[in-house]
């Protein structure tokens, strides 16, 4: 068998194969409808936040806060999810799914923690100083309360669909190296 040093593969990758190595992962169909909703609610919930926050910060800093919290999550997430920063993803979203569920309940059973003690203020659908998780996101149609669970979901599965692709390909220890490999 004669090979020319020309045919032989290379080791260190060109450079269209580095930079195929740096982009994001290739999103499936549900997962990219969680990322145009985490998107969505980016936006509605910082443009709720700057709104809050420019008209009635003095009235009730708190939940104007926990908007801009929210905000901010939601523009994490949403990028971590689409460029398959797993990791920031898990993070994200289970401190997501916290807030919803802390500020959820505190919003129902004690709106004084909050800052609030007319609760016109703080009803989901006309409230003047509600959040985006004020009724676990009864005012967003559920969509904060249901919304981590499915991320959780989608990292779950995502992971254990590589995992056992992985197996296939690698062999029975290819478990073990993922989990280094994912763990950093």
Same mark, same amino acid.
């Given at each position: 068998m004669n090979v020319n040093a020309a045919e032989a593969p290379s080791p260190v990758p060109t450079a269209p194969e580095a930079g195929r190595a740096r982009r994001a992962p290739r999103l499936s169909g549900w997962a990219r409808v969680l990322v145009a909703v985490y998107a969505i609610l980016a936006i509605a919930a910082t443009g709720r936040s700057i709104s809050q926050a420019a008209d009635r910060w003095v009235e009730a800093p708190i939940p104007i806060t926990l908007s801009v919290v929210a905000g901010v999550v939601y523009v994490v997430a949403a990028l971590a999810l689409a460029l398959g920063w797993r990791r920031l993803a898990w993070a994200t979203i289970g401190f997501e799914l916290a807030g919803v569920l802390i500020v959820g309940s505190l919003s129902v059973f004690a709106p004084g923690v909050l800052? *609030?003690?007319? &609760?016109?203020?703080?009803?989901?659908f006309h409230g003047r100083l509600g959040t985006v998780w004020s009724w676990w996101g009864m005012g967003y149609l559920l969509i904060p309360l249901?919304?981590? *669970?499915?991320? &959780?979901v989608y990292l779950a599965r995502s992971r254990a669909r590589s995992l056992g692709e992985r197996r296939e390909t690698e062999g029975p220890?290819?478990?073990?190296?993922?989990?280094?490999?994912?763990?950093?």
């Amino acid at each position: 068998m004669n090979v020319n040093a020309a045919e032989a593969p290379s080791p260190v990758p060109t450079a269209p194969e580095a930079g195929r190595a740096r982009r994001a992962p290739r999103l499936s169909g549900w997962a990219r409808v969680l990322v145009a909703v985490y998107a969505i609610l980016a936006i509605a919930a910082t443009g709720r936040s700057i709104s809050q926050a420019a008209d009635r910060w003095v009235e009730a800093p708190i939940p104007i806060t926990l908007s801009v919290v929210a905000g901010v999550v939601y523009v994490v997430a949403a990028l971590a999810l689409a460029l398959g920063w797993r990791r920031l993803a898990w993070a994200t979203i289970g401190f997501e799914l916290a807030g919803v569920l802390i500020v959820g309940s505190l919003s129902v059973f004690a709106p004084g923690v909050l800052g *609030i003690h007319d &609760l016109a203020d703080i009803d989901p659908f006309h409230g003047r100083l509600g959040t985006v998780w004020s009724w676990w996101g009864m005012g967003y149609l559920l969509i904060p309360l249901l919304l981590p *669970i499915l991320g &959780l979901v989608y990292l779950a599965r995502s992971r254990a669909r590589s995992l056992g692709e992985r197996r296939e390909t690698e062999g029975p220890n290819a478990d073990r190296r993922a989990a280094r490999e994912w763990r950093g």
